[in-house]
């Protein structure tokens, strides 16, 4: 059975930093792109970056670009996000999500990620 | 970047009946990359259809989607209770950003 579990969500000040992680188990980690999508209190999903499977091709929203780096390490089933120079704006949910035939077949149960002073 | 709009936002309707839920896209989605989600409260997300119209593992056949180029359909052809959520569609694919509708929320009339 497919799980994905993040980690790593806490309150944190404008400016500060933070890595999410995202582990993987009941499937072929390596073989599958993966996801991270956020949703603000109340508000809808939005797409946030994601990884090619050996991690060679990463892409980002706008509004996260230049801020959010997406990693993963194969070895130990993982998948990340370094956040820099969080904002208020931040605050959300943020979800892992697999690859699948087509669309995200599996999702985490999200990690809640707070940027306040 | 593909802009996608779904209406209503909000959707009222009753136990039984017939659900019709639409996302239109800024421009045509390559080969019909475009998935429906369904997300209750304090839930993930959960695939409901890809490849704009093929249902994912274990979905109920009352649902159903189509359309093709920047106009496609969810349908929900008898709610039943555990039906109302909201519902979002996504195009998906080799671009680089994969967006996502702004949602449908499904209510009990």
Same mark, same amino acid.
């Given at each position: 059975?497919?799980?994905l579990?993040?980690?790593?969500?806490?309150?944190?000040?404008?400016?500060?930093?933070?890595r999410?992680? +995202?582990?993987?188990?009941?499937?072929?980690? #390596?073989?599958?792109?993966?996801?991270?999508?956020?949703?603000?209190?109340?508000?809808?999903?939005? @797409?946030?970056?994601r990884?090619?499977?050996d991690?060679?091709?990463?892409?980002?929203?706008?509004?996260?670009?230049g801020?959010?780096?997406?990693?993963? #390490?194969?070895?130990?089933?993982?998948?990340?996000?370094?956040?820099?120079?969080?904002?208020?704006?931040?605050?959300?949910?943020?979800? +892992?999500?697999? #690859?699948?035939?087509?669309?995200?077949?599996? @999702?985490?149960?999200?990690?809640?990620?707070?940027?306040?002073? | 970047?593909?802009?996608?709009?779904?209406? !209503?936002?909000?959707?009222?309707?009753?136990?039984?009946e017939?659900?019709?839920?639409? +996302?239109?896209?800024?421009?045509?989605?390559?080969?019909?990359?475009?998935?429906?989600?369904?997300?209750k409260?304090g839930?993930? !997300?959960?695939?409901?259809?890809?490849?704009?119209?093929?249902?994912?593992?274990?979905? !109920?056949?009352?649902?159903?989607?189509?359309?093709?180029?920047?106009?496609?359909?969810?349908?929900?052809?008898?709610?039943? !209770?555990?039906?109302?959520?909201?519902?979002?569609c996504?195009?998906y694919?080799?671009?680089?950003?994969?967006?996502?509708?702004?949602?449908?929320?499904?209510?009990?009339?």
């Amino acid at each position: 059975e497919v799980h994905l579990v993040e980690s790593g969500g806490v309150v944190v000040q404008p400016g500060g930093s933070l890595r999410l992680s +995202c582990g993987a188990s009941g499937f072929t980690f #390596d073989d599958y792109t993966m996801h991270w999508v956020r949703q603000g209190p109340g508000k809808g999903l939005e @797409w946030v970056s994601r990884i090619s499977w050996d991690g060679g091709r990463k892409y980002y929203a706008d509004s996260v670009k230049g801020r959010f780096t997406i990693s993963r #390490d194969n070895s130990k089933n993982s998948l990340y996000l370094q956040m820099n120079s969080l904002r208020t704006e931040d605050t959300a949910f943020y979800y +892992c999500a697999k #690859d699948g035939y087509g669309g995200y077949d599996y @999702w985490g149960q999200g990690t809640l990620v707070t940027v306040s002073s | 970047e593909i802009v996608l709009t779904q209406s !209503p936002g909000t959707l009222s309707l009753s136990p039984g009946e017939r659900a019709t839920l639409s +996302c239109r896209a800024s421009q045509s989605v390559s080969n019909n990359y475009l998935a429906w989600y369904q997300q209750k409260p304090g839930q993930a !997300p959960r695939l409901l259809i890809y490849g704009a119209s093929s249902r994912a593992t274990g979905i !109920p056949d009352r649902f159903s989607g189509s359309g093709s180029g920047t106009d496609f359909t969810l349908t929900i052809s008898r709610l039943e !209770p555990e039906d109302f959520a909201v519902y979002y569609c996504q195009h998906y694919g080799s671009s680089p950003r994969h967006t996502f509708g702004q949602g449908t929320k499904l209510e009990i009339k």
